[in-house]
């Protein structure tokens, strides 16, 4: 079944522990994104990454770190830096250039911190 | 930077009208644009993508316009159902940014 796995769905996490969501994808696409949303607003770009090995922050990277060793995979971390991380976080892949940059979005991973 | 509105936080309408849903942008033209639904709870679902040198394009009962004068995108639902209602995102091609979205609900 082709798709995006975000684990866990839920988190629990007390304040000044780091905690990583994970993302996996079989879709083979190139692209991958993380996105914070808090209650009644929109979608946030927190990290990107167009190619293995390769990364970009978003407008909202400070407290967060990523990696992509793997095309499949883009781990986010919320560090104990980030100061209020209490939030949905969205991870989504796109596999085309430009014209065909439709998103797909996983099911999100919501984050609180105790 | 490029900033995008959609300078509706929600929008009430009756079962059966148009709803109609706009998307600002304020600096250069994005060579195309992009709505998404999102219900509560889950990940934005891609609806219609609408390019730069396209006015106007239609999936169903969805219309998207594209207006690079005014900056702006109008998406429409016509005929509209109690099953529309959920939050509509626009987001702009080269930064892969979103609005903010619009909350809409369809009352019967």
């Known amino acids: 079944d082709g798709g995006i796995t975000q684990s866990p769905k839920y988190l629990f996490r007390k304040e000044g522990q780091n905690v990583t969501l994970s993302c996996e994808q079989n879709l083979n696409h190139d692209a991958m994104y993380w996105y914070r949303q808090d209650p009644g607003q929109g979608l946030r770009l927190i990290y990107y990454s167009q190619i293995v090995n390769d990364f970009q922050k978003g407008d909202i990277a400070e407290g967060y770190s990523v990696s992509r060793e793997k095309k499949e995979s883009f781990p986010l971390t919320v560090t104990s830096a980030q100061k209020n991380p209490t939030a949905f976080y969205l991870c989504a892949t796109s596999g085309g250039g430009t014209g065909t940059g439709e998103l797909f979005f996983g099911e999100g991973s919501r984050l609180t911190v105790l | 930077s490029q900033k995008i509105e959609q300078n509706s936080e929600a929008l009430n309408i009756q079962e059966g009208k148009t709803a109609t849903l706009t998307c600002n942008y304020t600096n250069y033209s994005p060579a195309y644009l992009q709505w998404y639904r999102q219900d509560p709870g889950r990940g934005p679902v891609f609806l219609l993508l609408i390019r730069e040198n396209e006015k106007e394009k239609r999936k169903e009962r969805l219309k998207v316009t594209f207006d690079t004068t005014l900056k702006q995108s109008l998406f429409h639902i016509t005929a509209s159902q109690p099953a529309d209602s959920a939050t509509y995102l626009c987001?702009?091609?080269?930064?892969?940014?979103f609005g903010a979205g619009t909350r809409l609900t369809v009352k019967p």
């Open positions: 987001a702009l091609e080269q930064d892969m940014r």
